[in-house]
């Protein structure tokens, strides 16, 4: 596997930030008649890459997602599906096929958990409706990588009523106690 941004594609290359650096990039599959499963548009089979940034993880069809808005990420052996904060969940073919040399995605698997890690904060549980409660609610705190600006976004959990006044009640006390506690 290349390193460190050799073999990126112009197409995405030209993209990247001013400063952003490639970490570590995986090929990806592309379906019959060579475009990635996800562009139909531009790109073949022999460019079709995730490229993890300090920044953000590029997808082979252009779009790219910061690490902060990343919630979870899992891998099978040909696959990474993730959800992305506001617009669900992604997957995407790995190449699996042998192609002289093994493909090994234990590196980038582990740079996307790694970036993913670094920009929380704080990830809390609250119980509700009551200290006991098995169902509850998660608080989490984000930050962009390099960046200065918190995030919060509040995970209920299943079965909860994102309507009930006791809920948004028991989410500000939740929140500016985590705002005392931690400084944050």
């Known amino acids: 596997m290349p390193l460190f941004g050799q073999n990126i594609p ?8 001013r400063g952003e650096r490639v970490l570590s990039q995986a090929r990806v599959a592309a379906p019959a008649g060579g475009v990635p499963a996800s562009d139909s548009s531009e790109g073949s089979a022999d460019d079709a890459v995730l490229v993890a940034t300090t920044r953000a993880l590029h997808l082979p069809d252009g779009h790219s997602v910061p690490w902060q808005d ?7 052996p040909d696959t990474l599906t993730f959800v992305e904060e506001g617009a669900g969940e992604h ?3 790995l190449r699996t096929e042998l192609t002289g040399d093994p493909v090994d995605y234990r590196r980038f698997a582990e740079t996307v958990a790694e970036r993913v890690t670094s920009t929380i904060l704080v990830n809390r549980f609250v119980p ?6 098995a169902t509850g609610f998660r608080l989490v705190a984000r930050r962009a990588p390099l960046g200065s600006e918190i995030g919060w976004r509040v995970h209920l959990g299943e079965g909860l009523d994102p309507e009930d006044p006791r809920l948004s009640d028991a989410v500000s006390r939740a929140l500016a106690l985590l705002h005392k506690q931690m400084g944050v």
């Open 10 to 17: 112009e197409r995405l290359r030209s993209r990247l930030e």
């Open 70 to 76: 990343i919630d979870q990420a899992r891998w099978s």
């Open 91 to 93: 997957t995407v073919r």
């Open 128 to 133: 509700f409706p009551d200290a006991e409660s």
